[in-house]
């Protein structure tokens, strides 16, 4: 297992292993590896949680969330689509 990449915003994360995408939709997600506090921890995340889009973007790498993350505006949350023990829901995580 890679090591987790620090994020913006408090969290650290790796991408899914590929045997275990393969039951995510797209085959691809980000797992949340750690909260370390932030806006990740107001979004509610918890370690585990699989990240499988950010807006309408499908989340392949952690590179990926990283890219969103720098572009996308500040002061307007961006939604998360989220699985946790096997149930889909969104999240927005405040964009200071």
């Given amino acids: 297992m890679l090591a987790p990449a620090t994020l913006p915003h408090g969290l650290d994360a790796v991408a899914v292993p590929e045997s275990r995408a393969k039951t995510l ?6 797992e949340v590896a ?3 506090g932030g806006v990740a921890r107001q979004a509610g995340l918890l370690p585990g949680d699989i990240l499988l889009r950010a807006g309408r973007t499908p989340l392949q790498t952690v590179e990926d969330l990283r890219r969103i993350l720098k572009e996308a505006p500040t ?5 998360l689509l989220i699985r946790r ?4 829901f969104w ?3 405040p964009r200071p």
């Avoid at 939709?25 to 980000?30: E, M, Q």
């Avoid at 002061?75 to 939604?79: E, N």
């Fill in 25 to 30: 939709p797209g085959g691809r997600g980000i």
């Fill in 75 to 79: 002061g307007t949350p961006l939604l």
């Fill in 91 to 93: 999240a927005a995580l």
């Fill in 85 to 88: 023990d096997g149930e889909d």
């Fill in 34 to 36: 750690r909260v370390q």
